[in-house]
DNA sequence: TTTTGCGTTAACAAAAATGTCAAACATTAA
DNA sequence: TTAATGTTTGACATTTTTGTTAACGCAAAA
């Protein structure tokens, strides 16, 4: 147990590294060298765990999906009340946010090089009952009326964007990190004030 | 006259070739042989007239940078009631948005890496003047009361993410090309209602 | 102790991408 | 026409990055 802890898992470290460079620093073009050097081990090793530095790519954009799959799922299949499920979303959403700012973006430049979705049907499956929940919502009165996909938009686009794109953001509009963060931790009062009437 | 228009400036075209490529296309680690080939040119011209592909990253970049700029002069020194100054930005965005939808990723990509603004003054500027106009705006009721920082993210991010993140977002959602575009077709208005009490 | 197998390493090989240069070419000015 | 200048090209050199292989070390099993 206590040298499970202390020994590393290689394969399991360089992952990690990986994801940190990719989806917390953006440093897309890292070079296979520039990952092992973070990770504290030999460049080769990466080719023995992963055959290919683009293997790694593919299954480290894999994870990135398993991961987001599992948040839409914690929120959808939970019993809370719509406008509740919307509030643990943004928590769940901004705490990953913290760790892996460049998550999206990345899955977005990867897809334009080529990789794709594996499994859109459960994303479907949970999309239609959540769609179902929004439309129901804007019946009673509590959101405005709009394409349940357009609210879905607009919900990941309020909470997403400003963090994926804050160095543009945060340049373009002259702020320095610690103003920054303080604009990112009003978000959810933002947010949620936007979404509801 | 009709000689210069027939006769292709190369520099330009490579520049503009480049642009298409990133912006439009999304493929930032783009090979320079690629951006050649794609603009039918021999690939040492690129270094001819750019000397380096890093320089060709840096001008393309500030190309970026500038018409951001531009887009937004345009708006917030026109005379045009507030109300129609944001609508005369989204017509204006998603214009842009249609040809180069992923200018915003590639700007923060390449932030990561190391470019920077060149003058944020101007754009400072600017924006103190049009925060001024949105704080007016919220005394009036038009719009909700936050900090105006916060009303521009809104702005922005509901209308930037789904065009640059459209891969990811077309996908998960599990929908066509034509599906989406008329998602995106849509918006302006979703976004003026959902900005606009 | 020897053996087996996994993880690790360095040295090497190969590939991919960038950059340089001199010669060829075209265009315009003298 | 010739000279001069700027543009384009292919051949070559260099650099950067990736992938392979054989040997090494080490721990657990025989």
Redesign the interface.
């Known amino acids: 147990m206590s040298i499970q802890e202390i020994d590393i898992d290689t394969e399991e470290l360089i992952k990690e590294t990986a994801k940190k460079i990719f989806f917390g620093?953006?440093?897309?073009?890292a070079t296979t060298q520039e990952i092992a050097d973070a990770a504290g081990v030999n460049r080769t090793l990466i080719n023995y765990y992963f055959r290919s530095r683009n293997n790694l790519f593919e299954i480290v954009f894999e994870d990135a999906q398993t991961k987001?799959i599992s948040i839409a799922e914690q929120i959808i299949f939970s019993d809370l009340p719509f406008h509740q499920k919307i509030e643990k979303y943004l928590d769940l959403f901004f705490e990953q946010a913290k760790k892996y700012p460049?998550l999206?973006?990345y899955?977005?430049?990867q897809?334009?090089?080529g990789s794709?979705?594996k499994d859109?049907d459960t994303?479907?499956r949970m999309?239609d009952k959540f769609y179902l929940e929004i439309a129901l919502e804007m019946e009673k009165g509590n959101i405005?009326k709009?394409?349940p996909?357009?609210f879905?938009?607009?919900l990941?686009?309020?909470t997403?964007?400003?963090v994926?794109?804050?160095?543009?953001?945060q340049?373009?509009?002259?702020m320095s990190n610690e103003a920054y963060d303080v604009?990112v931790d009003?978000?959810k009062k933002?947010v949620m004030?936007?979404l509801f009437k």
């Not at 620093?25 to 073009?29: D, S, V």
């Open positions: 620093e953006g440093r897309f073009k987001e460049y999206e973006i899955m977005v430049t897809m334009n090089q794709c979705f859109p994303m479907n999309l405005a709009m394409r996909e357009q879905m938009l607009n990941i686009s309020l997403s964007f400003p994926s794109m804050r160095p543009l953001l340049e373009s509009m002259g604009l009003e978000r933002v004030d936007t």
